[in-house]
């Protein structure tokens, strides 16, 4: 009844019964639909920012993990090891320089979320080579021969990229040495001071062993990298992918 008292003794007409409409209706119906959508992405924003805060605290232990590294082994930046999450989180990669070439490098890529309590390392080593050989990038994925700490051994080939968008005029080529208990690696590791790589042969064909020389590839064929400290950057490096799945764990439940 008394929505109906703003129209007796006055003349109806469609705007007035519009308006009237509009305000008996339809604001306060778009007010409680627009306060339901606010509270929504309240309950959603909760929900980010506890996941943000998860990740937040991730970072803060990896930059502790750093301050610790310095404080309890300085030697581990003496003698160049980098520790560092890769960008997706599913790896810590561990690396140091050459001392014959600087820019070909030893890693390690300790697995996360592998099932394994982080106890999987994949050892690998790269060579930058000028020779700019026609066939280089079909070398992804071959086998290649090499003499290591007083053994020869054979590797794949796991990725051969071109470096002219860097300036530098050729090849990265990277070979795994496969994938390792990451403490019996360590205990390996430790017996040796050195890891040292002379390239020896480069398989077109493993079954039937045809392939090139190495120096057909390589224009440098040897480096070597020293192992002290490496059991240390190693267990850190495990150390900070627990603390990842931790956190991993948490933001599932």
Known sequence: MLAILPFVGKKITGLGVAQWIWGCFLVPFISIILWLTIGHIIV?????????VAVENLIRNINIYKSEQKREAPFLLNERWKVSPSSKLDYIDVSTDGTIQKGDQLRFYVSVGSDGGCNSVEHLFTFYTMTKHPNILQ???KKIAFRSMGKLRVSDIKLVFSTDHL???GH???VSSGLYDLDKHIGFLRKHKHHDVKLK???AD???KEGWEASEYFDILENSWSLNGVDVA???AKQMCLKIEETVSLLKK
């Open 206 to 208: 493993w079954e039937k």
């Open 172 to 174: 990265m080529v990277m």
């Open 44 to 52: 959603i924003g909760s929900g980010v920012f506890g996941k943000r």
């Open 167 to 169: 300036m530098l005029p």
């Open 201 to 203: 042969y480069v398989y």
């Open 234 to 236: 190693l267990n850190k």
């Open 139 to 141: 070398t992804e994925g």
